[in-house]
């Protein structure tokens, strides 16, 4: 399984390379929303774990453009953010988004999540 973390943040995106590493997954990263549709549209992973505010693109607009992409298969997709407006969380899961994690988050709560939507076994 592939998994691609996309995060501003060096030091967020190297914890949740290690707790997704750790749980069977081949991770790739992404610093912003540009690089983000471009691996997707390369390699195709099964999960997209990325945060809400992103550089160039931001990440619902990134959403958006995968759940377009009709021509590429459809990752399951995971915001990571600390955005807690429950208006910006219906915006994301009406748009397409599989859930939605806030930070903090801990292995625990990760694999909770992917158990959940079938990615890995309790």
């Given at each position: 399984?592939?998994?691609?973390?996309?995060?501003?943040?060096?030091?967020?995106?190297?914890?949740?390379?290690?707790?997704?590493?750790?749980?069977?997954?081949?991770?790739?990263?992404?610093?912003?929303?540009?690089?983000?549709?471009?691996?997707?549209?390369?390699?195709?992973?099964?999960?997209?774990?990325?945060?809400?505010?992103?550089?160039?693109?931001?990440?619902?607009?990134?959403?958006?453009?995968?759940?377009?992409?009709?021509?590429?298969?459809?990752?399951?997709?995971?915001?990571?953010?600390?955005?807690?407006?429950?208006?910006?969380?219906?915006?994301?899961?009406?748009?397409?988004?599989?859930?939605?994690?806030?930070?903090?988050?801990?292995?625990?709560?990760?694999k909770s999540k992917l158990v959940i939507l079938g990615l890995v076994k309790e």
């Amino acid at each position: 399984m592939k998994c691609l973390i996309a995060d501003d943040s060096r030091i967020i995106r190297m914890v949740l390379a290690k707790i997704l590493s750790n749980l069977g997954f081949e991770v790739e990263e992404a610093e912003d929303g540009d690089e983000v549709i471009e691996k997707c549209l390369e390699t195709e992973p099964d999960l997209v774990i990325m945060d809400w505010w992103l550089p160039v693109i931001d990440g619902i607009d990134v959403l958006y453009k995968i759940r377009d992409a009709k021509h590429i298969r459809q990752p399951r997709i995971i915001f990571c953010s600390a955005n807690t407006d429950p208006e910006k969380i219906s915006e994301a899961l009406d748009g397409g988004a599989d859930d939605y994690l806030m930070k903090p988050f801990d292995e625990e709560i990760i694999k909770s999540k992917l158990v959940i939507l079938g990615l890995v076994k309790e």
